[in-house]
Structures are given as structure tokens and as C-alpha cells.
């Protein structure tokens, strides 16, 4: 069967897109994602009051009439007419072919180790997403935490924490900047920057919660005709056309899309109302 449309990512974008699907009552779409459920990359996060609306999305898909398929990762793609898609699943790999291809596939928070900040390279050292996942699973990132607020993933994951622990010292990202991080095994201090005055002040911890910037979810898009940026996002204009006809994308994978994901739902609407306009 050719699909009217294929939906890469169940997350904010990917589910936004499919609601505006159903609206306009296409019926041939399938939706699918690497991960064993709904809501994408930024799911832990959903409890908190900062995605209270990402939220409303997820509980608004409950109703969705189309096939979703999890632990389904989109492992090649080729245009044309139809657009192919490889996707690797627990079965084996199939193919599958569409009309139109709408990519919300997200991106991974950007963690310490991309940036150039001097030091030594302890266990303790992990991203806002790698902390939820593990408070997730009934366990506690640390005893001692420090977290660099730097938006609302990391405020979400705040709130997160504080519900576990007291143990967790808060800097802002708009006054301190990481400076170094000390420790062998495991961290034992970090130091942190005054980005007005300069001074350095360190703190004891085994625990720090840090990123800055995002990591586009793309890799199926290598050796593809599909335009992207030097950091992998997916080139789009302000309609959510990618380079090829046919191909939309929205979302955090893409060039108008947030470190936060804070506009992604809008991307993903915006990217529809031009798709159906161009059926």
C-alpha cells in the first residue's frame, strides 16, 4: 500500500501533525518512532507544568484513527514517486512508501562533551534527558547536584529533582557559565563563572546537570538530497518545505526549530496547513 503521508516522530511535532491530519480527514497515514511510546524526546518532561500543553497534545492523540508503529527507527529514505522509507523494528526491516513525508524527528539534548570546557571527564556529568530518564526508573542522579539553568527542559527537570531531593544547587545560565569540571572516577567539584564580573567559584558535587544546544535527530538522512545545516538540522522555509517536493519537516530537527521545542507544535501545524494546501 502507498500511505498518503508518513509521519517520521511521535513527539510534540509529529503528533501535532497527525492531529491536523485527522482534522482534514486524511486517512492513509501512518506515524512512527524509535521509542517504545508516545511523546518523543522530551515525554519525561510532560508531568511538569512546564509542557502542560505538550501534554494536551499527547491526550488529544489518544483518539488518533491511524497506525502507529513504536520501536520503529527510519533507518533510509529515498525520494521519488512514491517516497520510500527503510525502517529497522524488533521483526526485521521493511519498506514503506508514501506520497508525502512530513519529518519530526526531534533532537537529543547537546551534552557537555560537544563543548570545549576544561577538565577532567568523570562519571556524574549528564544532561537534563538523562537525569529524568533515570528519576524515570526509581533511581537518583546524585547526592550532591548541581543543575545550570539554561530553559524549560532544564527548569522541568528541576522540578523533577526537587521532588526526590534538597540535595541540587540551581545556577542561571544568564549569570554563570561552566568554567571546569574536576574529578576522577566520579565528579568531586565544579566551577562555575560569573559571566559580569568574571570571578570563579566552585562548588562540591557528585551530580551536574548541563546542555546547551541540541543535536538534530537526522542520521537517516545522510547521502540524501535533503538540505541540512552544518549541525545536521534539517533545512526549511517559513511554509516547512525542505529541499525536495513533497518532503516537510517540523520541529527541533529542523532549522526553525528550538533547543527547548518550544515552538515545534506550531512548526508542525504550519508545515500541514501547507502540505494539504499542495495535496
Not at 563563572?193 to 544546544?213: A, F, M, N, P
Request: glycine share 8%; net charge neutral; aromatic share 8%.
Amino acid at each position: 500500500m502507498v500511505y498518503d503521508l508518513i509521519i517520521v516522530g511521535a513527539g510534540i511535532a509529529g503528533l501535532t501533525a497527525a492531529q491536523r491530519a485527522m482534522e482534514r480527514g486524511i486517512e492513509r497515514v501512518i506515524l512512527l518512532d524509535y521509542q517504545n511510546s508516545l511523546g518523543g524526546f522530551t515525554r519525561p518532561y510532560w508531568v511538569t507544568d512546564e509542557f502542560a500543553k505538550e501534554k494536551e497534545v499527547l491526550q488529544k492523540s489518544a483518539n488518533l484513527p491511524y497506525e502507529i508503529r513504536t520501536e520503529s527507527t527510519v533507518v533510509g529514505f529515498f525520494p521519488g514517486q512514491p517516497h520510500q522509507m527503510y525502517v529497522q523494528s524488533k521483526s526485521g526491516t521493511y519498506s514503506l512508501e508514501a506520497k508525502h513525508i512530513l519529518i519530526a524527528s526531534g533532537a537529543l539534548e547537546k551534552p557537555r562533551e560537544a563543548h570545549r570546557i576544561p577538565g577532567s571527564r568523570p562519571a556524574g556529568v549528564m544532561t537534563p534527558m538523562m537525569a529524568a530518564q533515570l528519576l524515570d526508573r526509581g533511581y537518583l542522579p546524585g547526592n550532591n547536584i548541581v543543575l545550570l539553568e539554561n530553559g524549560r527542559i532544564s527548569r522541568a527537570a528541576i522540578s523533577l529533582l526537587q521532588e526526590k531531593t534538597e540535595q541540587i544547587q540551581v545556577f542561571s545560565a544568564d549569570e554563570w557559565q561552566l568554567h571546569r569540571v574536576t574529578g576522577f572516577a566520579r565528579l568531586e567539584k565544579v566551577s562555575l563563572q560569573h559571566k559580569e564580573t568574571g570571578s570563579v567559584h566552585e562548588r562540591k558535587c557528585d551530580t551536574l546537570i548541563y546542555s546547551r544546544g541540541r543535536i538534530p535527530s537526522t542520521f537517516f538522512l545522510k547521502g540524501t538530497p535533503v538540505v541540512k545545516d552544518h549541525q545536521d538540522a534539517i533545512v526549511i522555509d517559513e511554509q516547512g518545505r525542505t529541499s525536495l517536493p513533497g518532503v516537510f519537516a517540523a520541529g527541533s530537527c529542523t532549522t526553525r526549530g528550538k533547543d527547548d521545542h518550544e515552538n515545534s507544535s506550531l512548526l508542525a501545524s504550519i508545515a500541514m496547513s501547507t502540505l494539504l494546501k499542495e495535496w
